[in-house]
């Protein structure tokens, strides 16, 4: 039996990507572009710290061994990347144009992305994957119970996603097992509202606009209710940060995008995970 709200995200999913867009004033697109060339710095650090690590006695998962002599000999490493609740595919065709893009400043080397998995419970929001030519695969699947093995992804991505998941933790322990040691999980999130600003924003402004542009575009007004409730029901950028750790991350760092409209919360799996 489908569920309700899986049924409205299919219902949704042809003007899904316009909307998003549209209601944001276009700042998701920046919001994803900053993840992902954040990201990019990260990895970077990371390959360069590797191949300078000679410490002896100090062991390292084959994967990262291969990674380090591709970067030593100055060949692009190779990322493994899952976009979970990846709906249409945006945050991971984002991914692969920065990271495949020029090097960072300074990066040990470049980067070259598997064709991606792009996950999501909605049958509705993969069919709009196919359109878009993205290199990638879209999976129906449940975050809570993903169908891959352990350490499969280098990169997961979760785009204003697990705000939808049933249980949230239960969601960061299952990318947790999936991803490889020393990855990283990026959630870019509409967390609930704490300062003012926020609230102001969430329970005045956002009920009072949202509904009635996304009726007007999409004749789904129930949808976008839905969307504005679930931000103000789900928890604070914190709790959540407090939750991921508890799950095993290390919160490597948390930016707040247009006063706190948004975050961008990166988690790093320890290496020796």
């Not at 100090?58 to 493994?80: F, K, L, P, Q, Y």
Request: aromatic share 14%; proline share 4%; net charge positive.
């Amino acid at each position: 039996m489908i569920s309700p709200v899986r049924k409205m995200f299919d219902g949704i999913a042809s003007r899904y990507d316009f909307l998003n867009h549209f209601l944001s004033c276009y700042q998701d697109v920046l919001w994803r572009r900053y993840c992902c060339k954040c990201l990019k710095k990260m990895m970077a650090v990371d390959g360069a710290n590797a191949v300078s690590e000679n410490a002896p006695g100090s062991v390292r998962i084959a994967r990262n061994a291969m990674d380090d002599a591709e970067c030593a000999a100055g060949t692009a490493r190779t990322v493994r990347l899952l976009d979970l609740c990846g709906g249409t595919g945006d945050f991971a065709n984002t991914f692969r144009k920065i990271f495949e893009g020029s090097s960072s400043k300074g990066a040990a080397c470049g980067f070259s992305v598997e064709p991606a998995v792009i996950g999501d419970f909605s049958y509705g929001m993969l069919a709009e994957v196919k359109p878009k030519k993205i290199d990638a695969y879209a999976v129906q699947l449940d975050a809570m119970k993903m169908p891959f093995a352990e350490r499969r992804f280098d990169v997961i991505l979760n785009g204003f996603g697990m705000r939808n998941v049933p249980d949230a933790r239960g969601a960061l322990m299952e990318s947790y097992r999936v991803l490889d040691a020393g990855g990283y999980l990026c959630v870019l999130e509409f967390f609930s509202p704490r300062n003012l600003f926020n609230k102001f924003f969430y329970k005045v402004l956002a009920p009072l606009f949202i509904p009635v542009m996304g009726a007007f575009f999409s004749g789904k007004r129930d949808a976008y209710e839905y969307l504005v409730n679930s931000i103000i029901r789900f928890l604070p950028v914190d709790e959540f940060c407090k939750m991921a750790e508890e799950c095993g991350f290390e919160v490597k760092k948390v930016k707040m995008f247009d006063g706190g409209i948004s975050f961008g919360v990166f988690l790093h799996k320890p290496g020796n995970a």
